[in-house]
């Protein structure tokens, strides 16, 4: 998702190198690369009420944490993904974006901005 809105040369930084080594070879320490959170993707959710059904997916650029993604399957549990702890190249974007896949469907949405800001209680 980051490679399709940002370029395949954005993600091949070495930044992106201990998440790709996780992944694709079970190398580094993943309790640091992926972890549970209650905090929801959706701005009018809370860790204790979900209101919409469907799988998110979201990137963002987290102040002092990097790029991160987090995910939801079936909106039930969110996880983490520390996708680059620190980017050293030069960027003059925001990386942050979301998609809500609606498994009933089988449809794609993109999230805005807003629909995936969350109070600060997070």
Do not use: C, K
């Not at 395949?8 to 070879?25: G, M, N, T």
């Not at 993943?30 to 009018?44: E, K, Y």
């Not at 860790?47 to 002092?64: K, M, S, T, Y």
């Amino acid at each position: 998702m980051l490679a399709a809105h940002m370029g395949a040369s954005f993600v091949l930084a070495s930044d992106f190198d201990p998440i790709r080594e996780f992944i694709r070879w079970g190398r580094g320490e993943g309790h640091n690369l992926v972890r549970p959170v209650r905090r929801p993707i959706l701005g009018d959710e809370t860790p204790d009420f979900r209101r919409h059904a469907g799988h998110f997916v979201v990137v963002e650029w987290v102040r002092n944490s990097g790029i991160q993604g987090r995910v939801s399957p079936f909106n039930e549990a969110t996880y983490a993904v520390h996708l680059a702890r620190s980017y050293s190249g030069l960027y003059r974007f925001d990386p942050s974006h979301g998609v809500h896949f609606n498994p009933d469907t089988g449809t794609a949405e993109p999230l805005t901005h807003s629909n995936f800001l969350v109070p600060s209680y997070a």
